[in-house]
């Protein structure tokens, strides 16, 4: 089992940014990829950015430039930096660990973006 605790999200204004940090405790010598997901009211749920045990990354295109995926292997912590926020990134974001039969998920924190 792994536990996955969200931190970070608020009320920020457009063109702001914010931090968002996921802790992960348990069986995490099980944990390889990590990545964070979103999901707006009315839409479903999409991946914003993964990273590999290795470091390498891939983000959605709507946030290519703007957000930063990077983790902590010592603290077992994968962070996501977000920046130039839009309104349109207003949504429940969720920290993932894909693992079988089924991925682990964070409860969610909310970013809200709008002046």
């Known amino acids: 089992q792994v536990q996955l605790v969200e931190s970070g999200g608020g009320l920020v204004q457009p063109g702001g940014s914010l931090r968002l940090s996921c802790a992960a405790s348990g069986s995490i010598s099980s944990i390889y990829d990590m990545a964070w997901y979103r999901q707006a009211p009315g839409k479903q749920r999409e991946l914003v950015a993964r990273?590999?045990?290795?470091?390498?990354?891939n983000y959605a295109v709507s946030v290519k430039g703007r957000f930063t995926i990077s983790r902590d292997n010592a603290k077992n912590t994968v962070y996501l930096q977000m920046n130039s926020l839009k309104p349109e990134d207003t949504a429940v974001y969720y920290c993932n660990v894909p693992a079988v039969p089924l991925d682990y998920w964070g409860q969610g924190t909310q970013v809200t973006v709008a002046s």
């Open positions: 990273i590999t045990s290795g470091g390498s990354t």
